[in-house]
């Protein structure tokens, strides 16, 4: 078993900075990538920022000079640090990481999503 817990979410003002985590724990043999997406209500989920094992790490560009980032390979974590929010940024934000089990089984996992509401 596998799981994805993330935290850190809430509500901040415009051009506020928020910091999401995401750990990963279980029968963990391996961590190819890690990443968070997003939803807003009525959208599609969108890639926010991924990482992968070798620090390679991509943004798409409405978040690029906004958004970062950071892996800790040795506690399974990732975190993604946001700042200059903008109300368009609110969204059910979830961690998604790519996971290889002690049995060699490589899975798709996804957390249970945190709030991140941008408001006055």
């Known amino acids: 078993q596998v799981q994805l817990v993330e935290s850190g979410g809430g509500l901040v003002q415009p051009g506020g900075s928020l910091t999401l985590s995401c750990a990963a724990s279980?029968?963990?043999?391996?961590?190819?990538?890690m990443g968070w997406y997003r939803q807003a209500p009525g959208k599609q989920r969108e890639l926010v920022a991924e990482?992968?094992?070798?620090?390679?790490?991509y943004y798409p560009d409405s978040v690029k000079t906004r958004f970062a980032i950071f892996r800790n390979n040795t506690r399974n974590t990732v975190y993604l640090q946001m700042n200059s929010l903008k109300p368009e940024d609110t969204a059910v934000y979830y961690c998604?990481?790519?996971?290889?089990?002690?049995?060699?089984?490589?899975?798709?996992?996804w957390g249970q999503g945190t709030q991140v509401t941008v408001s006055s």
């Open positions: 990482v992968r094992s070798g620090g390679t790490m």
């Open positions: 279980g029968n963990i043999f391996s961590i190819y990538t």
């Open positions: 998604k990481s790519s996971i290889t089990t002690m049995n060699r089984i490589q899975n798709i996992y």
